[in-house]
């Protein structure tokens, strides 16, 4: 299995739309630069081990209701601008409403398996905490302390990242 990197780009928008919706479940999917085909599959956590580096977070629907219309849409309009831009969707992340479900629900398993259709090295990202993230890091940068830390589940391993200051922030969703 190969290992997961997020950029700090993509991983802020992520941060951002839970804590702009933190009474709402959100997802979104996660794109990568399209790769060359790996002849030879090098062992996890090794030297030259294969990680996928999710480039961008494309935010999709804040809410348990999830309609097979606008999903398909919103997948035909960004697989069309990944095509024009040298990206493949390579992720789906979800943050469910209640915040220590880390379970994915039947659209998120069914979203991850159509982007493995297309990509072979697909992550499903179970995000938890994102509403709180932003809380904590409001909190801590008001006490003068340096970077929060976040944690993310994904799947059996959690990646602990340093989350931004505010001031630091970009306003991606005004």
Known sequence: MP?????????????????????????????????????????LGGPGAHHTLFVDCIPLFHGTLALAPM??????????????????????????????DASPNQVAEKVASRIA????????????????????????????QGAATAQMATGEAQATVPSLRPETAPDLFS
């Open 3 to 43: 290992g997961v990197k997020l950029t700090t780009q993509a991983y802020c928008k992520m941060v951002l739309h839970g804590a702009k919706y933190p009474h709402c479940a959100v997802n979104g999917l996660l794109v990568a630069e399209k790769q060359k085909p790996r002849k030879e599959h090098l062992p």
């Open 71 to 100: 999903l398909e849409v919103a997948l035909t309009l960004i697989d069309s601008w990944c095509k024009d831009n040298s990206y493949v969707i390579a992720g789906y992340y979800q943050a469910n409403e209640r915040v220590k």
């Open 117 to 144: 259709e297309g990509f072979s090295d697909t992550a499903l990202i179970m995000a938890t905490h994102l509403a709180q993230m932003g809380r904590v890091r409001r909190q801590s940068a008001s006490r003068g």
